[in-house]
Protein backbone atom coordinates (compact mmCIF):
# COMPACT_ATOMS: atom_id res chain seq x y z
CA UNK A 1 0.00 0.00 0.00
CA UNK A 2 1.52 3.71 -0.95
CA UNK A 3 2.11 5.39 1.96
CA UNK A 4 3.80 9.31 2.61
CA UNK A 5 4.05 10.45 5.79
CA UNK A 6 4.85 13.98 6.84
CA UNK A 7 6.12 15.02 9.91
CA UNK A 8 8.38 18.26 11.17
CA UNK A 9 5.08 20.69 11.83
CA UNK A 10 5.12 22.82 14.70
CA UNK A 11 4.48 26.57 15.86
CA UNK A 12 7.62 28.64 15.11
CA UNK A 13 8.79 32.49 15.30
CA UNK A 14 8.39 34.22 12.19
CA UNK A 15 12.76 34.09 11.33
CA UNK A 16 12.54 30.84 12.71
CA UNK A 17 13.68 27.56 10.69
CA UNK A 18 11.72 24.29 10.78
CA UNK A 19 12.83 20.79 8.92
CA UNK A 20 10.11 18.76 7.45
CA UNK A 21 10.31 15.24 6.41
CA UNK A 22 8.27 12.37 4.14
CA UNK A 23 9.15 8.87 4.62
CA UNK A 24 7.61 6.85 1.52
CA UNK A 25 6.62 3.21 1.12
CA UNK A 26 5.31 1.29 -1.42
CA UNK A 27 5.85 3.67 -4.45
CA UNK A 28 8.97 2.84 -5.83
CA UNK A 29 10.71 6.50 -4.10
CA UNK A 30 14.07 6.49 -6.40
CA UNK A 31 12.46 6.14 -9.15
CA UNK A 32 9.96 9.63 -8.99
CA UNK A 33 10.39 13.31 -9.06
CA UNK A 34 8.81 14.44 -5.71
CA UNK A 35 7.20 17.50 -4.28
CA UNK A 36 6.25 19.99 -1.79
CA UNK A 37 2.83 21.36 -2.32
CA UNK A 38 1.28 23.69 0.51
CA UNK A 39 -2.21 25.46 1.54
CA UNK A 40 -2.46 27.88 3.95
CA UNK A 41 -5.58 27.54 6.53
CA UNK A 42 -8.89 28.33 4.31
CA UNK A 43 -7.12 28.84 1.10
CA UNK A 44 -5.91 26.86 -2.25
CA UNK A 45 -3.00 25.03 -2.40
CA UNK A 46 0.65 26.57 -3.29
CA UNK A 47 3.32 24.01 -5.63
CA UNK A 48 6.32 24.98 -3.18
CA UNK A 49 9.33 23.05 -4.98
CA UNK A 50 10.11 20.14 -6.40
CA UNK A 51 13.23 17.05 -7.14
CA UNK A 52 14.48 15.03 -9.62
CA UNK A 53 15.20 11.10 -8.88
CA UNK A 54 19.04 11.77 -7.91
CA UNK A 55 18.62 15.08 -6.69
CA UNK A 56 20.25 16.63 -9.60
CA UNK A 57 17.55 19.05 -10.28
CA UNK A 58 15.30 21.42 -7.77
CA UNK A 59 13.01 23.93 -8.87
CA UNK A 60 11.11 26.33 -6.20
CA UNK A 61 8.51 28.65 -6.38
CA UNK A 62 9.76 32.43 -6.03
CA UNK A 63 8.16 32.96 -3.07
CA UNK A 64 10.24 30.45 -1.10
CA UNK A 65 13.62 30.70 -3.30
CA UNK A 66 16.67 31.43 -0.94
CA UNK A 67 14.68 30.16 2.12
CA UNK A 68 13.63 27.08 1.30
CA UNK A 69 15.95 23.74 0.13
CA UNK A 70 14.30 20.69 -1.01
CA UNK A 71 16.44 17.52 -0.53
CA UNK A 72 16.12 13.61 -0.47
CA UNK A 73 17.71 10.15 0.51
CA UNK A 74 16.65 7.68 -1.78
CA UNK A 75 18.86 4.89 0.62
CA UNK A 76 16.03 6.04 3.70
CA UNK A 77 12.94 6.68 0.85
CA UNK A 78 12.52 10.12 2.75
CA UNK A 79 11.85 13.62 1.38
CA UNK A 80 12.89 16.75 3.47
CA UNK A 81 12.06 20.30 2.89
CA UNK A 82 14.34 22.73 5.32
CA UNK A 83 12.60 26.03 5.74
CA UNK A 84 14.67 29.55 6.97
CA UNK A 85 13.41 32.75 7.43
CA UNK A 86 9.82 31.96 8.38
CA UNK A 87 7.66 34.16 7.83
CA UNK A 88 3.78 34.47 8.58
CA UNK A 89 2.47 33.99 4.72
CA UNK A 90 4.46 30.38 5.35
CA UNK A 91 1.58 29.34 7.44
CA UNK A 92 0.14 26.31 5.80
CA UNK A 93 -0.44 22.77 6.01
CA UNK A 94 2.60 21.05 3.90
CA UNK A 95 1.63 18.05 1.69
CA UNK A 96 4.52 15.36 0.16
CA UNK A 97 3.54 14.37 -3.02
CA UNK A 98 4.99 11.87 -5.65
CA UNK A 99 5.71 13.58 -9.20
CA UNK A 100 6.91 16.75 -10.37
CA UNK A 101 4.49 17.32 -12.20
CA UNK A 102 1.22 16.10 -10.35
CA UNK A 103 0.38 13.83 -8.33
CA UNK A 104 -2.02 10.84 -7.74
CA UNK A 105 -0.54 9.93 -4.28
CA UNK A 106 -0.44 12.76 -1.33
CA UNK A 107 0.88 12.57 2.26
CA UNK A 108 -1.87 13.73 4.94
CA UNK A 109 -0.15 16.83 5.08
CA UNK A 110 1.94 19.00 8.49
CA UNK A 111 0.52 21.92 9.81
CA UNK A 112 3.47 24.97 9.96
CA UNK A 113 2.05 27.85 11.79
CA UNK A 114 4.60 30.99 11.63
CA UNK A 115 3.61 33.13 14.66
CA UNK A 116 5.33 34.69 17.47
CA UNK B 1 3.84 32.14 -13.89
CA UNK B 2 0.58 30.98 -16.07
CA UNK B 3 -2.61 32.03 -13.83
CA UNK B 4 -5.07 30.01 -13.39
CA UNK B 5 -8.73 31.04 -13.42
CA UNK B 6 -11.62 29.00 -12.35
CA UNK B 7 -15.53 29.80 -12.70
CA UNK B 8 -17.84 29.15 -10.81
CA UNK B 9 -16.69 29.98 -7.08
CA UNK B 10 -19.36 28.03 -6.24
CA UNK B 11 -21.76 25.75 -7.58
CA UNK B 12 -24.98 24.86 -5.98
CA UNK B 13 -26.47 21.58 -7.89
CA UNK B 14 -28.77 18.90 -6.88
CA UNK B 15 -27.91 15.38 -6.10
CA UNK B 16 -28.47 13.69 -10.22
CA UNK B 17 -27.84 16.78 -11.60
CA UNK B 18 -24.89 17.61 -14.16
CA UNK B 19 -22.32 20.04 -13.10
CA UNK B 20 -19.84 21.55 -15.33
CA UNK B 21 -16.53 23.37 -14.04
CA UNK B 22 -14.32 25.77 -15.60
CA UNK B 23 -10.63 26.38 -15.81
CA UNK B 24 -8.87 29.03 -18.17
CA UNK B 25 -5.08 29.44 -18.51
CA UNK B 26 -3.76 33.08 -18.91
CA UNK B 27 -1.67 31.47 -22.08
CA UNK B 28 -1.36 27.62 -23.30
CA UNK B 29 -0.77 24.44 -21.34
CA UNK B 30 -1.67 22.62 -24.12
CA UNK B 31 -3.23 19.34 -22.59
CA UNK B 32 -0.61 19.33 -19.21
CA UNK B 33 -3.77 19.94 -16.80
CA UNK B 34 -4.97 18.18 -13.92
CA UNK B 35 -8.21 18.29 -11.90
CA UNK B 36 -8.25 17.10 -8.26
CA UNK B 37 -11.04 17.09 -6.22
CA UNK B 38 -10.26 18.04 -2.05
CA UNK B 39 -12.83 17.38 0.81
CA UNK B 40 -12.13 19.25 4.53
CA UNK B 41 -9.25 17.90 6.00
CA UNK B 42 -8.21 15.98 2.87
CA UNK B 43 -5.31 15.44 0.61
CA UNK B 44 -6.32 16.25 -3.05
CA UNK B 45 -7.68 13.44 -4.77
CA UNK B 46 -6.27 13.37 -8.68
CA UNK B 47 -9.24 12.58 -11.00
CA UNK B 48 -7.62 13.85 -14.61
CA UNK B 49 -4.43 14.26 -15.97
CA UNK B 50 -3.58 14.99 -19.37
CA UNK B 51 -6.82 16.84 -19.64
CA UNK B 52 -9.03 14.31 -20.00
CA UNK B 53 -7.61 10.78 -18.70
CA UNK B 54 -9.16 9.70 -15.78
CA UNK B 55 -7.22 8.57 -13.10
CA UNK B 56 -6.86 4.66 -11.43
CA UNK B 57 -10.42 4.30 -9.78
CA UNK B 58 -12.00 7.43 -10.80
CA UNK B 59 -15.60 7.15 -11.98
CA UNK B 60 -16.81 7.37 -15.13
CA UNK B 61 -19.50 10.36 -13.82
CA UNK B 62 -16.00 12.54 -14.09
CA UNK B 63 -14.70 13.76 -17.54
CA UNK B 64 -12.63 16.06 -18.57
CA UNK B 65 -12.04 17.81 -21.97
CA UNK B 66 -10.42 21.01 -23.25
CA UNK B 67 -7.04 21.80 -24.60
CA UNK B 68 -4.65 25.01 -25.10
CA UNK B 69 -6.39 27.55 -22.56
CA UNK B 70 -9.93 26.35 -22.20
CA UNK B 71 -10.60 23.39 -20.00
CA UNK B 72 -13.92 21.53 -18.11
CA UNK B 73 -15.06 18.80 -15.86
CA UNK B 74 -17.85 17.60 -15.94
CA UNK B 75 -19.34 15.22 -13.54
CA UNK B 76 -22.68 13.57 -15.33
CA UNK B 77 -24.64 12.92 -12.39
CA UNK B 78 -23.70 14.19 -8.66
CA UNK B 79 -23.50 11.69 -6.02
CA UNK B 80 -23.23 12.90 -2.55
CA UNK B 81 -19.94 11.61 -2.01
CA UNK B 82 -19.39 14.49 -4.96
CA UNK B 83 -19.69 17.38 -2.84
CA UNK B 84 -16.15 18.95 -2.38
CA UNK B 85 -13.87 21.23 -3.35
CA UNK B 86 -12.32 21.16 -7.14
CA UNK B 87 -8.91 22.37 -8.31
CA UNK B 88 -7.11 22.50 -11.93
CA UNK B 89 -3.73 22.53 -11.99
CA UNK B 90 -1.17 23.12 -15.37
CA UNK B 91 1.66 21.46 -15.36
CA UNK B 92 3.30 22.75 -18.53
CA UNK B 93 5.53 25.17 -17.46
CA UNK B 94 7.51 26.24 -13.99
CA UNK B 95 6.19 26.99 -11.08
CA UNK B 96 3.01 24.40 -11.25
CA UNK B 97 -0.02 26.70 -10.50
CA UNK B 98 -3.55 25.90 -9.40
CA UNK B 99 -7.04 27.10 -9.47
CA UNK B 100 -7.94 28.61 -7.01
CA UNK B 101 -11.06 26.07 -7.21
CA UNK B 102 -14.35 25.46 -7.66
CA UNK B 103 -16.89 24.43 -4.27
CA UNK B 104 -19.22 21.90 -5.26
CA UNK B 105 -22.09 22.35 -2.83
CA UNK B 106 -25.44 20.55 -2.42
CA UNK B 107 -28.37 22.66 -3.58
Known amino acids: EAQLVESGGGLVQPGGSLRLSCVVSGLAFPSHWMSWVRQAPGKGLEWVANIKQDGSEKNYVDSVKGRFTISRDNAKNSLSLQMDSLRAEDTAVYYC?????????WGQGTLVTVSS | EIVMTQSPATLSVSPGERATLSCRAS??????LVWYQQKPGQAPRLLIY???TRATGIPARFSGSGSGTEFTLTISSLQSEDFAVYYC?????????FGQGTKVEIK
Open chain 2, 27 to 32: QSVSSN
Open chain 1, 97 to 105: ARGGWYSEF
Open chain 2, 89 to 97: QQYNNWPRT
Open chain 2, 50 to 52: GAS
